[in-house]
């Protein structure tokens, strides 16, 4: 056979050959944009012709400052076909954060909104490798700007040819380097190749919810973290009509999308979709959400009593997906399958909050303390290990940190987890979130979902603080649902009927609303930090 490399200009092709009329929409500061593959194939083109103009050599870091837009997904094509490399950079991620991701990367040129401009302004003078900056503007010109050799990206694609003969090179190349959200000391590097992105995205074409050209797709997960999920290559491959949000998304823009695109599937943080059904919930009948086949939630676990609310209130399926920066992202897909369709009541909400099922291609361990494989009974703990096609190999210039993660040539997630018979996992927690009590683990997800479970509360975190004779034991931290009122008490009593008694929290305290972290995760560091100082007690007070 053919000795023909996996690179993502192939689906590129795909999209101009197969799906030229179907349609990109963005939403921007103007209104609604609206243009088809055909244009994107031309403009990508026109793109590539601008980076060779630029001299931007192959291999060199471009970095991209973005929300998600029809500008962003050029680059997501432009810039790795052309044999460069596209440097996702996330815009909520600290100044110091932000300084050495862009110095680690070498980044030379930075694509950046013109709604970002005052960051990139501030660090700028830290950023020696950094040649000149490409604002991405709606206005018909360069906006003022003290970035240095600041450039207007339409006046820069302007009068370039609409074909670019992009070239073969080696699947392993690297098309896409994104940094971790730095939950634990600075961010770091994960290179994507062309082979691992072609890969992951097949997965996504197949199956009871697989995408086709009939869906119409909004990632409200960010193109500047994790490729946002893959899903600007699975959705151009597919032929599928792309909804982009665009700068600032508030859950009523989503709302508002969803209802006039007729979007047929969207992927978010538990987060972003608690917000949107409080717009839904306030907004009785105004809304059509009949077009959904479902909802993927992903990033942290999905509370079985947001599922259900979803579908019992608004007939929309709620699904959750898993992965990490170092595996693409996705590994694990909750859809169920046939067997577990057909459940009902309380069972069938059970398994739709498990974790999910192994992704084809890969491969999967749970071992515990001692290295060993534990049993697959659904009770067992264990830390996920995984390999595959599209799992980090390395951090990106970080040995030391490359060798803590792995285990026999097996990627350490740092997630603890269960795996039933039939094969779902269930993650339980984070290694650095375990709650070890007496020389029991608790888990913290597990009281998180069970205090969400009830009515009055819109968000909980547990974390783990330390005690004299148990060594640890949880405190929940829990912010009220707008307009409701419940006691310490209440909940407290709530949770003894859902778990073992000696899994309740030794205090439970009310927050105005838990820390997140820059992709919306709830940040357990933060809620740890301001207890150690003394602050999170003072606060509830």
């Not at 608790?442 to 547990?462: C, F, G, K, R």
């Amino acid at each position: 056979m053919m000795d023909y490399p996996l690179l993502l200009k192939s689906i590129l092709y795909r999209t101009y050959t197969i799906f030229p009329e179907k349609e990109i929409v963005s939403r921007t500061a103007d209104g609604i944009f609206r243009y088809t593959y055909r244009d994107l194939h031309h403009r990508v083109c026109q793109l590539a012709n601008a980076l060779d103009q630029l001299g931007i050599e192959t291999g060199v870091k471009v970095g991209s400052f973005a929300w998600n837009h029809y500008r962003h997904l050029e680059l997501y094509y432009a810039v790795p076909c052309s044999q460069r490399v596209l440097h996702t950079i996330n815009i909520r991620l600290f100044r110091d954060q932000l300084i050495h991701v862009i110095n680690h990367a070498e980044d030379e040129y930075i694509f950046v909104d013109e709604d970002l401009i005052p960051t990139m302004e501030d660090i700028q003078d830290e950023l020696p490798t950094v040649k000149a900056f490409i604002v991405m503007t709606d206005k018909d010109h360069l906006p003022q700007t003290k970035l240095r050799g600041a450039l207007e990206y339409e006046s820069l694609l302007k009068g370039q040819s609409t074909q670019y003969e992009f070239p073969d090179f080696s699947e392993q190349e690297t098309a896409i380097l994104g940094y971790t959200s730095a939950t634990t000391g600075m961010p770091k590097g994960v290179e994507y190749s062309h082979r691992g992105l072609f890969l992951h995205c097949l997965t996504n074409l197949a199956g009871w919810i697989g995408t086709d050209e009939s869906d119409v797709v909004m990632p409200v997960v960010p193109m500047f973290h994790v490729n946002a999920w893959c899903r600007p290559y699975t959705d151009a491959w597919a032929g599928a009509k792309q909804v982009y949000p665009g700068v600032r998304p508030t859950p009523q823009d989503l709302v508002e999308l969803m209802h006039h695109e007729r979007v047929t599937m969207s992927f978010g943080v538990p987060t972003v979709w608690m917000g949107v059904l409080g717009v839904l919930r306030a907004n009785p009948n105004k809304y059509d959400m009949s077009s959904i086949r479902f909802l993927i939630s992903g990033g942290s676990a999905l509370p079985s009593s947001l599922a259900q609310t979803f579908e019992e209130e608004f007939g929309i399926m709620v699904y959750q997906g898993y992965g990490q920066t170092e595996t693409s992202p996705v590994t694990f897909s909750g859809y169920p399958k046939k067997a577990e369709r057909e459940l009902t009541g309380s069972e069938k909400y059970r398994y739709r909050a498990k974790t999910g099922l192994l992704l084809p291609c890969l491969e999967m361990r749970l071992v515990d303390e001692m290295g060993n494989d534990v049993a697959r009974d659904g009770k067992q703990m264990g830390e996920l290990l995984l390999r595959g096609p599209w799992i980090l190999g390395r951090y990106y210039k970080d040995e030391e940190r490359s060798r803590e993660a792995f285990l026999d040539g097996w990627f350490r997630t740092g997630d603890i987890a269960t795996i039933d018979e039939r094969g779902y996992l269930q993650v339980v927690d984070r290694t650095r979130d375990l709650i070890k009590s007496g020389g029991e683990w608790i888990s913290s997800v597990d009281l998180e979902n069970a205090l969400m479970s009830h009515p009055a509360v819109s968000e909980a975190a547990v974390i783990a603080i330390p005690h004299e004779k148990w060594q640890e034991r949880p405190l929940a931290c829990v912010v009220k649902r707008e307009g409701m009122e419940v006691s310490k008490e209440e909940l407290l009593q709530y949770l003894s009927e859902r778990v073992a008694k000696w899994w309740i929290p030794d205090d439970l305290v009310f927050i105005s609303e838990i820390p997140k972290t820059s992709v919306g995760k709830f940040s357990k560091k933060t809620l740890r930090e301001l207890f150690e100082a003394g602050q999170l007690i003072a606060a509830a007070n």
